[in-house]
């Protein structure tokens, strides 16, 4: 059964501290993305990316976020100092190549930053 | 730029009754539409899409939605529902246009409440 897997899927780091979350797409997807859940802004599009390449993280704060993929089968989302105010349920979601739109997202990674 | 609009916060249904979760959208060319769910702390689902053709569109688990052009609406429906379609429901767009641009922009979600 193939599926997107987040790690970690719990995190509480204090203020300040780096956090780093992962992400396995789905085999043969090129597509991923990273969205982030908070209750007052709803689902956020933080950044994508297609065959590895970054193609938009204009959604994303640059000063302290940073997206990567080093390689296909693993994306990163880094947060370097973290605010209480990232707070938030972090999901990466991939896609097949031609891409109509259908996402299969992880079960995200919950942060609590403190 | 694209937006969606789901108006409703939260809509009760007794279980057996048809439902309707309502969402408009905004998109500058011609949308894909679609409807995701997501249950307590799980990723979303998706549900069914609508690119181009016939304006009903059918999807997963008896759900289906109306793309309606004049009234730019993409209504999800379900002729009878179960209290296991409880869940948070989000309408989401891609513009056609966006040169390129992949990633899906989400309404703010509307929570389906089915009572026994």
């Known amino acids: 059964d193939a599926r997107v897997t987040q790690t970690p899927r719990h995190k509480v780091t204090e203020m300040g501290q780096e956090v780093t979350m992962r992400c396995q797409p789905i085999l043969g997807h090129n597509t991923v993305f990273w969205y982030r859940q908070t209750m007052m802004q709803g689902l956020e599009l933080l950044a994508y990316f297609r065959n590895r390449a970054p193609l938009d993280d204009s959604g994303m704060p640059k000063d302290r976020f940073s997206a990567e993929m080093p390689d296909a089968t693993l994306a990163t989302l880094k947060i370097q100092p973290s605010e209480p105010r990232d707070s938030a349920v972090y999901f990466c979601?991939?896609?097949?190549?031609?891409?109509?739109?259908?996402?299969?997202f992880g079960e995200g990674s919950r942060l609590t930053v403190l | 730029a694209q937006s969606v609009a789901q108006p409703e916060d939260q809509v009760n249904v007794a279980e057996g009754n048809p439902l309707t979760v309502k969402c408009t959208y905004s998109v500058s060319g011609n949308p894909y539409l679609f409807w995701y769910v997501q249950y307590p702390n799980r990723g979303l689902q998706f549900l069914l899409k609508y690119i181009t053709g016939d304006n009903l569109v059918k999807g997963s688990y008896g759900f289906e939605a109306e793309f309606n052009k004049s009234q730019t609406s993409f209504h999800l429906k379900k002729p009878s529902a179960l209290v296991s379609d409880s869940a948070l429901y989000f309408c989401?767009?891609?513009?056609?246009?966006?040169?390129?641009?992949?990633?899906?922009?989400f309404g703010k979600g509307t929570h389906l409440i089915i009572q026994p």
């Open positions: 989401a767009v891609r513009d056609l246009s966006g040169g390129g641009a992949d990633g899906l922009t």
């Open positions: 979601a991939s896609a097949a190549g031609h891409n109509t739109g259908e996402l299969f």
